[in-house]
């Protein structure tokens, strides 16, 4: 197993926001976690790479217990792209640069620029390299988070909704680069989602969460009518449109 | 690659601004050192510095002029980094050691030492004549005060609900706070040239400091330096964000607290021996960063030397303008300041 997860919870002084959380991943899973608003899609992930510590609970990588990682050992193994970018006044070719801060000693080495510069490369970055973070459009900004989180060379992604603030278009390019970087660089990835037309195109795996609780967890099959009710309290219909599912409102 | 072609460009260009900042303060150093009231021959002062001119020339040089100079160079690489590494680590541009608070902490820390616990008497109320009996006392109550002004803030804006900009109006209500002790203190005070020298004490002069204190002056500013340095790429992930440092390794609150505990040794260090030098903290790291971007690899050694030539050239325009007479330096580098500061809150705007 790439990554599992037992019993993982945790909570704020005045509120329980996870509750005995369990899964597992392979190697090349897409995980697309799905529950409503406030129902702790965010802190799970903020809670498998120790941004948040967990009350209770084991996560494991490669079969080894992250908490017996340093925090650097562990931003070796894990990178996150947050729903929220702060932008500072960087350059593009700075700011993937940051991925490999887990790696630099006291100076960046000429690998560290050469990982920089294919990870530029793999997301179609390069002609951006020295431009400035906070000239550029979303979508263009998201890939470069997306670059500096695959700098870490890491064995899982984390992604906080990565296509909330995006376009169509961009939606559909980020979700494919993301895609295509699982299968080339044979890592597992888990992304909070709210968009299930999105995720069920995309994921092989679901966690469903319904107020902290995993409801469900395993493969396309679980999203289904009855499973969207319950925690949309939505009626819906799932069609198959050439080869693809199709969640409709009712 | 392109790339690394244009990255490699980027980086010189940034080495380059870090070189003509270092040239323009051997430039000042030199200026610095040929002012003064005394007509001094440039040949003469060189061959002071180095003890080998004659007894006048070497005793002005090396006991007034260069003991001030250093104290300018030490005291503007200190307070600009205080500031530079207050802004990143609250993530608030108008961070330094004068708006949060610290320094005037600090000066009411040295205002107990000297008036309440006798560290400090006085020969008359020029200013220079401040003896300073027991700097370690000082320098101990100016650490205790501002650390406690510091706490305070690392404290407060750790409370969710309070943003940046409370954190610096807290900084404001604090620095209020300790002025307004310095000045009880001050008045209850029995012996009124002791205050009228407390008063003078305050405004900030490099002439104070001498080797003894330079000596502990570099090594907390070198000390602090090094640390800063060293932490410099876990201060480029915090720009990006707490949660984003976290993820890449960081302990964010631990080099919080170290950063904000450093910056503030340094400021309560530099007060305690030349007085409160207001707006150094604020202004230098903010031009440079204008000039030399946020990459703290660039941002802290070019801030530190631009508090150095800053410092040392207001202490020059402060001592030739008026010559003989010396006017504060504190007063200079606020009357700079101030404008500055002005300006780039209009071109922030």
Known sequence: MALTVENLSFAYPNKDILHNINFSLEEGDCLMVLGTNGAGKSTLLKCLNRVLQAQKGTVYIDGVDTRKLSGTELARNIAYVPQNHYISKTTVFDTVLLGRKPYIKWDITEKDIKIVEETLQLLNLQAYSMRYTHELSGGELQRVIIARALAQEPKVLLMDEPTSNLDLRNQIDVLNIIEEIIKTKKISAIVAMHDLNLALRYANKFLLLKKGISYRFGDTSILNPKSIKNIYNVDVAIEDYSGIPVVIPM | ?349
């Not at chain 2, 002012?35 to 080998?52: E, N, Q, R, T």
């Not at chain 2, 400021?267 to 960063?289: E, N």
């Not at chain 2, 325009?317 to 504060?328: E, N």
């Open chain 2, 1 to 349: 690659m392109e790339a690394k072609k244009g990255y490699r460009q980027h980086i010189n260009k940034k080495k380059l601004i870090i070189l003509l900042l270092i040239l323009a303060t051997i430039f000042v150093f030199f200026w610095a050192i040929n002012a003064g009231a005394s007509k001094i021959k440039p040949k003469d002062v060189i061959l002071g510095i180095l003890g080998l001119g004659n007894p006048k020339a070497n005793s002005i040089v090396r006991n007034i002029r260069l003991p001030r100079i250093i104290s300018g160079i030490l005291a503007g690489i200190g307070l600009s980094i205080a500031g530079c590494i207050m802004q990143n680590n609250l993530t608030n541009p108008l961070a330094s050691p004068s708006t949060l608070g610290i320094s005037n902490a600090a000066a009411f820390g040295a205002n107990v030492a000297i008036i309440l616990l006798g560290a400090g008497s006085v020969a008359s109320t020029s200013i220079g004549e401040v003896q300073i009996n027991n700097p370690y006392i000082v320098t101990l109550c100016a650490i205790c005060f501002s650390l406690l002004s510091t706490l305070l803030i690392i404290g407060l804006s750790r409370l969710r609900y309070f943003s940046t900009q409370s954190i610096i109006l807290a900084g404001v209500a604090l620095s209020s706070l300790f002025s307004a002790g310095t000045m009880i203190i001050q008045y209850f005070a029995s012996d009124t040239t002791k205050v009228a020298a407390v008063v003078f004490w305050t405004f900030g002069d490099l002439a104070r400091a001498s080797w003894r204190e330079i000596g502990i002056m570099a090594v907390v500013v070198s000390v602090s330096l090094g640390y800063f340095l060293y932490r410099r790429w876990d201060y480029n992930a915090m720009d990006s964000g707490d949660d984003t440092a976290k993820s890449l390794g960081v302990e964010v609150e631990k080099i919080r607290l170290g950063g904000m505990f450093t910056a503030s040794i340094i400021t309560a260090v530099t007060v305690s021996f030349l007085g409160t030098i207001g707006f150094i903290g604020l202004i230098c790291p903010q031009m440079t960063k204008k000039i030399i971007g946020n990459d703290k690899r660039y941002l802290i050694p070019a801030s530190a030397i631009m508090g150095a030539l800053i410092l040392l050239a207001s202490d020059t325009v402060a001592r030739v303008i008026i010559s003989p007479q010396v006017l504060p330096v504190g007063a200079v580098t606020s009357f700079l300041g101030a404008p500055l500061f002005l300006y780039f809150l209009i071109k922030e705007v």
